[in-house]
Every structure is written in structure tokens, then in C-alpha cells.
């Protein structure tokens, strides 16, 4: 379902009730504010989620509880300052945006513990990383730090990353 560029502002809970076969959803460039609880509640068969690209600050703690599918999810370009632990409990996500948002606080050490299955991480713009944030990122293949502000990193932050081929470090 493409809803790319429509300057949505709001989407009812309901919308999306009874599209349990929805396998993706672009609902990047519009002017969302929020993901409310129960949004997706009933879209358990979603593989690919966009919501880069609008004006997202808060999203619920189990905005993502029932996307026991999803492989990819698309949150770059919007207003996000801090992330709650709970939205990255989806262990079949293996693509990841979070860059161009404004998360200056630190991230906990087991915040992405449980993304075991993910192979591309973006981080861009402003993030504080402990050690052994990405200890369970095994599969990762690309990683992305760019626009960081890292003058220094932990001592063996990538030594867990076996698979990693593209790390970008530029623009800190």
C-alpha cells in the first residue's frame, strides 16, 4: 500500500483493520506527528514499513508488538529525540534506518540485543555508543555512523561483527 507523499498528518488506529495480508507500507513523506498504540495492530504479515521522511517525535512502546514479520523499517528523516527499548523487539527486522533524527542521548548497551537477524544499520546524526551495543549484530553486513559527532569509539565495538563489509565512519 503506498501512501508515499499524500501530507497525511494523522492516521486513525483503525485504517489499517483487517489488512492481515498487507505485506508493505510506505507512509514516507507526510506529516506524521506520532505512532500510536494499536496502529498496526492487525498488519502481523508486514515485511516492509517506510515512515521515513515526516515529523515522527514519540512512538508507542508496542507500536511494533504484532510485526512478527517484518524485515525492514524505515524511520530516517523524522523529529525522534529518544528511542523506547520495546520498539526494537522484532527479531525478524533485518534492515534498519534511524538516521537524520535528533537522539543525542546515549542508547543502552541491550537495545538492539535482540535485531539479531539484522544486516544493514543506520545510525547517522548524533548517538552516544556504549561497548557491546552491537555484540549480537553478527549478521550485520553494513553499518552506518556517519554525522555522529564521534571523536572516539569504545575499545573493540565492532569485534563481534564478523560479516560487517561497508562501515561508514564519514563526517565526525
Not at 89 to 104: G, K, W
Request: negative net charge; aromatic residues 10%.
Amino acid at each position: 500500500l503506498n501512501l508515499f507523499s499524500k501530507s497525511i498528518n494523522l492516521v486513525n488506529v483503525s485504517a489499517f483493520q483487517g489488512c492481515t495480508s498487507l505485506r508493505s507500507l510506505y507512509l514516507s513523506f507526510n506529516d506524521l506527528t506520532s505512532i500510536p498504540s494499536g496502529l498496526f495492530e492487525e498488519t502481523s504479515a508486514l515485511w516492509t514499513l517506510d515512515l521515513s521522511y515526516n515529523k515522527i517525535s514519540s512512538i508507542a512502546s508496542d507500536a511494533f508488538v504484532n510485526l512478527h514479520s517484518l524485515s525492514s523499517l524505515y524511520l530516517a528523516s523524522n523529529k525522534l529525540t529518544m528511542l523506547p527499548e520495546e520498539i526494537f523487539n522484532i527479531t525478524t527486522l533485518s534492515f534498519l534506518t534511524l538516521d537524520s533524527n535528533e537522539i543525542v542521548s546515549s542508547v543502552p548497551q541491550q537495545f538492539f540485543q535482540k535485531l539479531t537477524e539484522l544486516m544493514y544499520l543506520s545510525l547517522d546524526t548524533a548517538m552516544l555508543l556504549p561497548a557491546g551495543i552491537f555484540d549480537k549484530l553478527t549478521k550485520l553486513t553494513t553499518l552506518s555512523l556517519d554525522g555522529n559527532g564521534l571523536t572516539s569509539l569504545p575499545m573493540g565495538i565492532f569485534d563481534k561483527l564478523s560479516n560487517l563489509e561497508d562501515l561508514d565512519l564519514s563526517f565526525n
